[in-house]
């Protein structure tokens, strides 16, 4: 992937620091971008502005220099790791390993960010370097604008997405409705009729992800009060009349780009509150995507959801930051190598920049009523915003 | 799951700090073991030795009161979190935050593990609080040794694992080989002749996995020279006569317990060389295997391997630290959590307990040749071990 490191050199600079390091395996996103480097155990990255730097283990050390973004590859070996873990312990070792990988890029001062590991730090501090933290995060930030490459990434995971949420309302189209209203389906093997879990529905959604070369760690398909929780993954028999939302937050497997998207479903006609709520939060999320364009902040696209909800008298963190019903997130997160990133439409959310990739997700929850979340993900553009989701019907029942 | 907190206890008092704070998601496998909350974005632990307590964001309270093995739950609104971040930032809020939450434990000095970030530790350092790092991670060193339920889930994950591999070996063993050599199969859908890549069995495994339960991030695949690199994951077509690495270590989705298992497959006769590789590998297991019982140390296990291959004439990192072919791994790690974690099989892996969980993954790699590598799961016992996959067939040649 392209990637643009403008913004850490004028950090860099700005700061008077000889380098920015990370040391973390590329399940920090961080990591990923600026290596480009995948692997999973811990690796040490060190960018000067004039040269990229990865120090990796003799294990990582021919694929590194095949793949990482580095003009410099080294291995611990080259360091005498292995006697001076003997001799002093991996942490001590690993310390003095990278001080002197950093000497030789002529490294006296570094950044860091937030989540580099303190012992690391605290090591590096002890070999006499200076080691300040970037609080600001300029990786995670320049990283929330992205390229046309991360664009067709992300486009691509939509794609898979889409297709996901489409096989699991079909099994709930399918279903038919015991007389309890627990869903029902014909097991396909077996020929026989079969309890419809939110476990059912999660494997065919993860199946069709696979099929289209997306892997995911997991989705939410919750029904009637695991609704009412918007992080709860769902379990058990689905109901006729109750809301099932779905959540599904695959990411590409080449790319390791993300989507995610939000649909809310009732089998047959749900309650006369939950039909209230969809209605309310589909116009929450028109409101807050109409609020979406360059310069508008992520605050202003979280006020416009807020809004709409507060004037049909549903309480909101804004108005009640205890309230364990109604709206109780932030509308939405940018999306990327990770699945939450910047930037946040909440109220600390600053300006929207064209290039970024956000979700728009209002909902609405009580243990008493259920949950309804309707989620799109959108690029914002010059002129407002691509809607990703657009296509895929906003409807709750689901006959 | 049930766990044991006791050498945390102990290094509490070691130490004469007042509690061992993690701030991370779930995904940081201590802090999902010592919060038992499986949540994505980073929250706080902070453990006492009389008292659990975790303080998370309004989205994650409710659920937090539920599943986390806590006997407090806070959240941020209680600290006044949101109007803090807008006038002091969120990285100096978080922090302000935190230090209450402790005070309010009776808190002053803290542990912390070597991953925790640098940018909280410092943050606590500023408000008065005295943090200091545990360089042994009691956490993990803990987790290495197992109770009775998370064995239980390490042995449903390898039923889920060997599932899949006898998939995969199934595909091998249904291709026919086209004129060139490379594995083709009958598409089931179209009824055409395809060819057979890497990334095709890749998702019969992967989708395997998920009928049973199982979730992953990747699966190696690995054929002729890509399977040179321990870590390459495999793509493109398989050949026949070629080594084909097969590595899968899948998730079980309800417990988040690992497997981990390798077999190396030849579609038809491979060369010399790579059936000698074979033969020497399956040896440095066995020699491996009779070296893993209680007292002996991952060194001894790691020695036993290498001695196998150095007395055939392979280089080894033992022989020479900066070796590309040979043997240029480890021998094995445990697994658990983390699919890599202690006690690791290598020159300064310490003595083995009963409880713990380890592979045994000899292997030889040349890009001339390609790569060998075979890998069993085990428990250490009272007596020596129990091998999970040991039923399964180490047998190089499928027809």
Redesign the interface.
């Known amino acids: 992937m392209t990637r643009d490191l403008s913004a850490l050199d004028d950090l860099l600079d700005a700061a008077d620091a000889d380098a920015y390091c990370i040391e973390a395996g590329s ?1 920090d996103s961080n990591q990923l971008y600026l290596s480009g480097f995948d ?3 811990p690796f040490f990255t060190a960018y000067t502005g004039d040269e990229l730097a990865v120090l990796v283990s ?6 590194a220099t095949k793949e990482a973004h580095a003009d410099t590859v080294a ?1 611990l ?1 080259t360091y005498d790791f ?1 006697s001076r ?2 001799s002093e ?4 070792a690993l310390s003095g390993v990278y001080a002197d990988f950093l000497a030789d890029l002529g490294a006296e001062s570094v950044l ?11 090591g590096l501090r002890d070999q006499g370097l200076a ?1 300040d ?1 970037d ?1 600001d995060d300029v990786l995670e930030t320049a990283r929330a604008v992205k390229t046309d490459e991360e664009l067709d990434a992300v486009r691509r995971a939509t794609e898979a997405n889409e297709a996901a949420m489409a096989a699991a309302e079909a099994l709930i189209a399918e279903a038919d409705v015991a007389d309890d209203g627990t869903l029902t389906i014909v097991d396909d093997a077996t020929g026989e009729e079969t309890t419809l879990t939110s476990e059912r529905v999660q ?1 065919e959604i ?2 069709t992800l ?2 289209h070369g997306c ?4 989705t939410i398909v919750a029904c009637g009060a695991d609704a009412a ?4 993954r769902g379990s058990g028999p689905l109901q006729a009349g109750e809301t099932i939302i779905i959540d599904i937050f695959p990411r590409e ?1 080449a790319s390791k780009y993300h989507s995610d998207m939000t649909r809310t479903f009732s089998k047959g006609e749900p309650s006369d509150t939950a039909a209230e709520w969809f209605d309310r939060t589909h116009e929450a999320l028109d409101a807050a995507l109409a609020a979406v364009e360059p310069g508008a902040t992520g605050a202003d696209v979280h006020a416009a959801a807020c809004e709409v909800y507060e004037a049909a008298g549903h309480p909101t ?1 804004r108005s009640d ?2 309230t ?1 019903t109604g709206f ?2 932030s509308t939405g997160h940018g999306v990327g190598l990770d ?2 990133e910047l930037p946040g439409l909440n ?2 959310g600053g300006e929207l920049e064209p290039g970024q990739v956000i979700t728009v997700e209002p909902g609405l929850y009580d243990p008493e009523v259920g949950g309804v979340r309707i989620e799109d993900i959108v690029i914002v553009t010059e002129d407002g915003y691509e809607n990703l989701t657009g296509d895929y019907p906003v409807e709750l029942v689901v006959e």
């Open positions: 399940a692997a999973p155990d003799g294990l990582e050390y021919g694929r291995r070996s292995a873990a003997a312990g991996q942490a001590a860091v960010p937030e989540r580099f590991p303190v012992g690391v730090a605290d080691v933290v609080h494997e993860e199946v696979l099929r892997a995911l760690d997991e929780d918007p992080h709860d497997k963190l930051p205890d364990e109780i997130h699945v939450h109220p600390r």
